[in-house]
């Protein structure tokens, strides 16, 4: 009986390779390869006339889930579609790179982990990832609202400026102001090192580029921080590491625990690399999420209230905790509603390393493409999130649709939103979601700060909610979008602040 059993799982399993190589070939054969995709043709001023993801999204209603995108002789795969996705960032992961993304990033992360190649990614991956350990998080969650109430009284001291009768009120750029502060906290957390950003009368960078420049001068030129003899003793036990006493540790930082960890294997140009990747990455993106929470919340003044209504309840006059955090679950939605509709980078970038067949998209093109080595695909993230096929009512901004479960009927090789799937999550997440919501991407080469950047992101907005009402200065159409490695405002995010009335 029992050979039996297994007799009809190997005929099963040899039943599912024969499919799999007959599809390749029918592929092949009938066309269902590169060639056959359906192709968007790109015009010259698609790239300039407004942001590429627009563009991106209009084509994905008209084609379909994978298509080819060509601008000229240059082609790209264009992929909008949650399982496809996970193929490429999960399943079958190692046989991708970062293609055209690399080369872009080189010159400024050098190997850090973005662009860094996959044997120099596996070596550093092992080292960094567990740097983000529990510990080093909350010691973390002291300096975001440490930060956040520098933010905070700049604001407050702007309020008493405007003179004490009448309703006070000031008129500021918050995506200024969250830019300084998120270059404040990432500078601390990766480096120990306090830009003094929000606090300075002249902000050290007024330009995003300004910004890098100057902190990766800073970082490898006036401060060569591991040169100097830090650690007396080199601590190569990750465990002993994690189980320091990070809340009264002085330096907490991620480089401390990288020299502390760093056997004799890493050169000074590789750690450099590490840390400045990270100050990169961990920046501007959180900046955005900020930046397009508090527009979304702006022009939803209910949940505005329900906001702040949980604040209130949660913190009452306190500051956030690693332990309140989790209380602030509204918080913590509208953070990643946010990253929904706002991902940061909007697309994420891959070249194949061999050749491929992409699993069949749910929409237009179920028999999947066969693509040879070196095709470039781009995932738009953006797409996923705002998929019609996917989410119910893609463009409005529902933090509690986070909540609801969704069981995968309709959507064949779609697992659903299922959140027992990633027991114990604060946050939804690419698990949950089943690569339906991938803000940080998914896969071995997922996002190593996305605890971090969600926590700082929850902490700064409850504390700018619980403090202050805010209103748009112009209406939302003046607030125009433009698109580098993130989504940002083309002339700043400019708001209306008050004192909240019932907040003392
Ligand atoms: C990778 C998003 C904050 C460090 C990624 C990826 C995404 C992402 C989508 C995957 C890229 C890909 O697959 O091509 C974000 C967002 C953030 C954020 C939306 C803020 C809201 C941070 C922070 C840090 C960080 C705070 C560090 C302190 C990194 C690193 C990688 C990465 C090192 C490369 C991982 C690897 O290749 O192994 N991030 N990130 N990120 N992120 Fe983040």
New binding site residues.
Partial sequence: RCQSVNTEKERKSNRNLLDNASNLLTNFLSGGSIGSMPIAEGAVTDLFGRPLFFSLYDWFLEHGSVYKLAFGPKAFVVVSDPIVARHI?RENAFSYD?GV?ADILEPIMGK???P?DLDT?KQ??RV??PG?HASYLEAMVKIFRTCSERTISKINQLLEQEGNDGQKLVELDLEAEFSNLALDI?GL??FNYDFGSVTKESPVIKAVYGTLFEAEHRSTFYIPYWKVPLATFIETDVEKLQQRDYLNLKDAS?LRFLVDMRGADVDDRQLRD?LM???I???E??A??LTWATFLLSQNPDKMRKAQAEVDSVLATGTPTYESLKKLQYIRLIVVES?RLY???PL???RSLKPDVLPGGYKGDKDGYAIPAGTDVF?S?YNMHRSPYFWERPDEFEPERFLVQRTNEQIEGWAGFDPSRSPGALYPNEIISDFAF?????????????Q???M??TVALAMLLQNFDVQLKGTPDSVELVTGA?IHTKNGLWCKLTKRSNFH
């Avoid at 991938?438 to 996305?450: S, Y």
Wanted: charged share 15%.
């Fill in positions: 960032l970062k993304l850090g982990l973005i860094a990614w550093r991956r960094i990832a983000f990432i957390g990766v991620l590490d990747t990270m100050l990455a961990g920046h993106t959180t955005a999420v990253l991902p940061q980078p994420l970038i891959r995932l993230v991938l803000p940080f991407g998914g896969g071995p080469r997922k996002c190593v700060g996305d971090f950047a969600l700082e992101s993130t």
